[in-house]
């Protein structure tokens, strides 16, 4: 199995940036791809960003053109970088590995959770 640790995030003003790391160990050659998703209280958790084995990015609409995914060549080291942070970002953040069953699996491997909070 996988374990991510992730670090990074924090307290930032609206307009600034943070980045996030996701690091993976275990059995990471069985990654297929890592998904970045977030939660806000109260709100369910949505899917953020999605970097594949072959390097496709996808994200989605609300981030496009201020974050961006990124990731080492062994799948050890995982980012997201955040540009431009507005205060609906503020959410706990979570990387998730996709190991060949599909990402955002309950019974998948998660890391811990990282809280961002965008506010003046």
């Known amino acids: 199995q996988v374990k991510l640790v992730q670090s990074g995030g924090g307290l930032v003003q609206p307009g600034g940036s943070l980045t996030l790391s996701c690091a993976a160990s275990?059995?990471?050659?069985?990654?297929?791809?890592m998904g970045w998703y977030r939660q806000a209280p109260g709100y369910p958790r949505e899917l953020v960003a999605v970097?594949?084995?072959?390097?496709?990015?996808t994200y989605v609409d609300f981030v496009k053109g201020r974050f961006a995914t990124s990731r080492d060549n062994t799948w050890k080291t995982v980012y997201l970088q955040m540009n431009n942070l507005k205060p609906e970002d503020t959410a706990s953040y979570y990387c998730?590995?996709?190991?060949?069953?599909?990402?955002?699996?309950?019974?998948?491997?998660w890391g811990q959770g990282t809280q961002v909070t965008v506010s003046s």
């Open positions: 998730n590995a996709d190991e060949g069953y599909g990402l955002g699996l309950s019974s998948g491997s």
């Open positions: 275990g059995s990471i050659d069985r990654i297929d791809a």
């Open positions: 970097i594949t084995s072959g390097n496709k990015k």
